[in-house]
């Protein structure tokens, strides 16, 4: 991970030591601390102010999955019971707790680059219809994340330990990730359920889940590609050279590793 110098945004600075930026949590406007370091009171009063399908800045914030939980129950949407979320901001956030974003609608899309995810179980499911962007993101513990989205970026990712990626619609840039574990990836063939409730996928119309680079992928350990379609599941390791071309899909990746 790179160093960190101070931060391009409004930032909190909690903490800072003589001539240091201190904690770089984004500013909660009007406030001048960020979301962890807001007084009780100053929290309770944003997280009252947001309606569902909010724009979100939360870069730099270290959230406990306490704070998490606080923040989407104020996004619930009455009518689905989910939390609805516009765009959403959490670049370098340092993210606790063994859950994240289960059942989150995002509108517009998520970004989560150089986030440091630490004993983090599940993220997801979530539906997004923009881009998911997990680029630069580090995961130090083993981690499923299951997302219907448009995008999925995980530029120079880094899996510090097991991961299992199931996706639905997405097209994967994993250029530069490095998996220092298996990390498997599979498309799900139905949409994502809680509760016994499908999510829906509104403008997610892309049937195929496909990896658009996997240019320059620094794997210690083979990645596992698995193909899932109804009863049917193939995998097969990642090719010693894998394709270059645009639009590689995973089934054709599982047969060619058959
Ligand atoms: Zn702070």
Redesign the pocket.
């Known amino acids: 991970m790179t160093t960190l110098g101070i931060p391009s945004w409004p ?5 800072a030591p003589p001539g240091g930026a ?4 984004r500013s909660v406007e009007p406030y001048t ?5 807001l007084s009780d009171d100053d929290r309770s009063a944003y997280l009252a102010g947001l309606q569902p399908g909010a724009h979100l800045d939360h870069r ?3 959230f406990t999955e306490e704070l998490l939980s606080e923040l989407l129950a104020s996004l619930k949407d009455p009518s689905t019971d989910r939390p609805c979320l516009g765009d959403a901001r959490f670049d370098e956030a340092k993210i606790g707790g063994s859950a994240w974003f289960e059942g989150a609608e995002i509108g517009v899309g998520a970004s989560f680059r150089r986030g440091r995810f630490v004993g983090t179980a599940a993220v997801g499911p979530l539906v997004c219809t923009g881009t998911l962007d997990l680029s630069e993101a580090v995961f130090e513990s083993a981690v499923t994340i299951e997302a219907a989205t448009a995008v999925l970026h995980c530029r120079r990712t880094r899996w510090a330990s097991t991961g299992a990626l199931r996706l639905r619609h997405a097209a994967v840039d994993l250029s530069d990730a490095v998996l220092e574990y298996p990390v498997s990836m599979s498309a799900h063939s139905r949409p994502f359920a809680l509760l016994s409730r499908e999510m829906a996928e509104p403008g997610l119309t892309d049937p195929r889940v496909r990896a658009l680079s996997l240019r320059g992928g620094d794997a210690a350990h083979p990645a596992m590609y698995a193909f899932e379609k109804t009863s049917t599941r193939r995998c097969g390791p990642l090719p010693a050279r894998p394709p270059m071309r645009e639009d590689f899909s995973f089934s054709q990746m599982s047969t060619a590793g058959q």
């Open positions: 930032h909190c600075g909690h903490g201190g904690c770089r949590g601390a960020c979301l962890a370091h730099g914030t270290l």
